[in-house]
């Protein structure tokens, strides 16, 4: 089946550095993915689409220069957190949906970040 | 309206019991409402969807049931085990795909022995 791919799984970072994070569709290629943010024990809230080969479109209330994305190819995303503060300390996971027949999406693992 | 309200927040059923979480909506353009089934540190899995063409779809011992007309929809869960154990959310899109989503509140569920 389809596999999406997400790292790292977790990272623990100091106030003020960015941090990346990588989503990659592993045997299929997606020409959007989806970032999501999870605070704990909340649903997922859609953060941005990735689109690949134009900019993304971010959610109303996302901070465009904070959460940076970039689609550079058809089976990688990423997500490059600016300049990061503790309230940024969540669990972010992408998702890619995979065509052909009916749509799916799918998730990867998350990423935990942690930020002092 | 966007969202998608989902009861209970917490449930707890004994291993063998039928686990039941709703599912409400006010935007009647979805049309594509899938289950997704998560435990703690790790990203959502797809567990069952529907389309409203239908009233009922089942998948093992995962059965969804549709009410188009009361725009609710609902995962029951046969014999449930403690494997189950999880996090569910439901979901919701619009123009028949599956990619953005609108996510329930999500129900967690304990099994017991």
């Known amino acids: 089946g389809a596999v999406v791919s997400q790292h790292p799984s977790r990272v623990i970072c100091k106030s003020g550095t960015s941090v990346k994070i990588e989503c990659r569709s592993l045997d299929f290629q997606a020409t959007t993915m989806f970032w999501y943010r999870q605070f704990p024990k909340q649903s997922l809230m859609l953060m941005a689409t990735?689109?690949?080969?134009?900019?993304?479109?971010?959610e109303q209330g996302v901070e465009k220069d904070k959460f940076l994305i970039n689609h550079a190819s058809l089976t990688l995303s990423t997500l490059t957190v600016t300049s990061a503060h503790p309230e940024d300390s969540s669990f972010y996971i992408c998702?890619?949906?995979?065509?052909?027949?009916?749509?799916?999406?799918?998730f990867g693992s998350g990423t935990q970040l942690s930020v002092l | 309206q966007q969202q998608v309200k989902q009861s209970p927040q917490s449930l707890i059923v004994q291993k063998g019991g039928i686990s039941i979480i709703n599912c409400a909506y006010e935007n009647t353009a979805f049309d594509y409402f899938p289950w997704y089934q998560q435990f703690p540190g790790k990203g959502p899995a797809l567990l069952i969807a529907?389309?409203?063409?239908?009233s009922e779809k089942k998948e093992g011992r995962f059965t969804i049931s549709f009410n188009k007309s009361a725009k609710q929809f609902s995962l029951h869960i046969m014999d449930s085990q403690p494997g189950d154990s999880a996090t569910y959310f439901c979901?919701?899109?619009?123009?028949?795909?599956?990619?953005?989503?609108?996510f329930g509140t999500g129900t967690r569920l304990q099994v017991t022995l």
């Open positions: 979901a919701a899109s619009i123009a028949g795909t599956a990619s953005k989503l609108t």
């Open positions: 998702s890619a949906p995979k065509t052909g027949g009916r749509e799916k999406l799918f």
């Open positions: 529907i389309r409203p063409d239908v």
């Open positions: 990735s689109n690949e080969g134009s900019k993304a479109t971010y």
